[in-house]
């Protein structure tokens, strides 16, 4: 008597509530470890950045002072009093993974040749309920 080749009904639902099972278990933590690692290469991506509008400032790069300024998943670096009134010329943007919400502190100004920041705060990077917060005190540590 001969054999058939294959795999019965009942060994394919098996095998297909498993896959099914065992998706349901790790999807949801390898979607958290996902969102996660893009708060945490926002918020290095954002130190990075504050360093340099910290060392520029120090710097007196272009006699200005200069700033970072968050928005729209994306950070920009300016050489300016402020925002509102920098050179767009200079302006150097830096993208955020992911959909990020940021919150708090979206401006920050370090004085030119001090480098003493103008308006210390904290930003808070948001996503999907998880939160990381960066702080910047009057003597522009960063924490």
Do not use: C
């Not at 098996?14 to 099972?21: A, C, E, K, M």
């Not at 926002?42 to 340099?52: D, F, Q, V």
């Not at 994306?74 to 990020?100: H, V």
């Amino acid at each position: 008597m001969k054999r058939k080749k294959g795999f019965t009904l009942l060994e394919t639902i098996l095998v297909i509530s498993l896959i099914g099972i065992l998706l349901g278990i790790f999807l949801p933590a390898f979607t958290q470890l996902f969102f996660r690692n893009n708060l945490d290469t926002a918020s290095e991506k954002i130190k990075t950045e504050l360093y340099r509008a910290h060392s520029f400032a120090r710097a007196s790069k272009y006699d200005s002072n200069w700033g970072l300024y968050l928005e729209n998943n994306q950070i920009i670096l300016f050489s300016g009093p402020n925002y509102t009134n920098r050179d767009s010329s200079k302006d150097e943007i830096e993208g955020l993974p992911g959909q990020l919400t940021i919150s708090g502190l979206t401006e920050i100004v370090f004085q030119k040749n001090s480098g003493l920041i103008l308006n210390p705060g904290e930003i808070v990077i948001s996503s999907r309920g998880i939160n990381r917060s960066l702080g910047v005190n009057s003597k522009s540590l960063i924490y």
